[in-house]
T-cell receptor
Framework: ETGVTQTPRHLVMGMTNKKSLKCEQH?????MYWYKQSAKKPLELMFVYNFKEQTENNSVPSRFSPECPNSSHLFLHLHTLQPEDSALYLC???????????????FGPGTRLTVT | KQEVTQIPAALSVPEGENLVLNCSFT??????LQWFRQDPGKGLTSLLL?????REQTSGRLNASLDKSSGRSTLYIAASQPGDSATYLCAAQRRSGGSNYKLTFGKGTLLTVNP
């Protein structure tokens, strides 16, 4: 596997289900991101992890719970979602230096989530 | 708060035409600007990244320019091909606090190149 991979690619879940999205990066990066892409809206940053530590939560509802066990893996745990949460969820990774610097982000193919 | 606007929202051109996609951003204190391509239902593919100290970047038939002071970037596609049909997104990256850098995206330009 190369680049950034995401599983599953498609997910349909009911409002009472619990599911998880998985992201893995094979680029040697140490920062990972979750984005949400809804129809007719710009991509929205949800969470940022640098060196496995969550450094940004962009006012995301608690029904979305991220987990970053190591710098290569990122999960998004989902529970009691709403139909308006249906969207394409994209994972990205980049280099990160604690001293600063903005680096190019590389994206995975996304998980198309439908909440019924 | 950074806002990124892309014009036009959609563009349809015949094959072989040269075209320009526009991106504007409200906060000029950016570190870089990235152009991405997104095919329907797919993830983003990075096309070009321009650092704030640069004026342009080129890759094959693509050329991106950046005018930080006026808050504008353009993506020029030469000799367009049907395979160029996709949504093109621009994103401005700036510091969001501490050591974090945040990408703010535009809504994209949907390009259709007709054979």
């Amino acid at each position: 596997e190369t680049g950034v991979t995401q599983t599953p690619r498609h997910l349909v879940m009911g409002m009472t289900n619990k599911k998880s999205l998985k992201c893995e990066q094979h680029l040697g990066h140490n920062a990972m991101y979750w984005y949400k892409q809804s129809a007719k809206k710009p991509l929205e940053l949800m969470f940022v992890y640098n060196f496995k530590e969550q450094t940004e939560n962009n006012s995301v509802p608690s029904r979305f719970s991220p987990e970053c066990p190591n710098s290569s893996h990122l999960f998004l745990h989902l529970h009691t979602l709403q139909p308006e949460d249906s969207a394409l969820y994209l994972c990205a990774s980049s280099h990160f230096l604690s001293g600063g610097g903005a680096y190019e982000q590389y994206f995975g193919p996304g998980t198309r989530l439908t909440v019924t | 708060k950074q806002e990124v606007t892309q014009i036009p929202a959609a563009l349809s051109v015949p094959e072989g035409e040269n075209l320009v996609l526009n991106c504007s951003f409200t906060d000029s204190a950016i570190y870089n600007l990235q152009w991405f391509r997104q095919d329907p239902g797919k993830g983003l593919t990075s096309l070009l990244l321009i650092q704030s100290s640069q004026r342009e970047q080129t890759s094959g038939r693509l050329n991106a320019s950046l005018d930080k002071s006026s808050g504008r970037s353009t993506l020029y596609i030469a000799a367009s091909q049907p395979g160029d049909s996709a949504t093109y997104l621009c994103a401005a990256q700036r510091r969001s606090g501490g050591s974090n850098y945040k990408l703010t995206f535009g809504k994209g330009t949907l390009l259709t190149v007709n054979p």
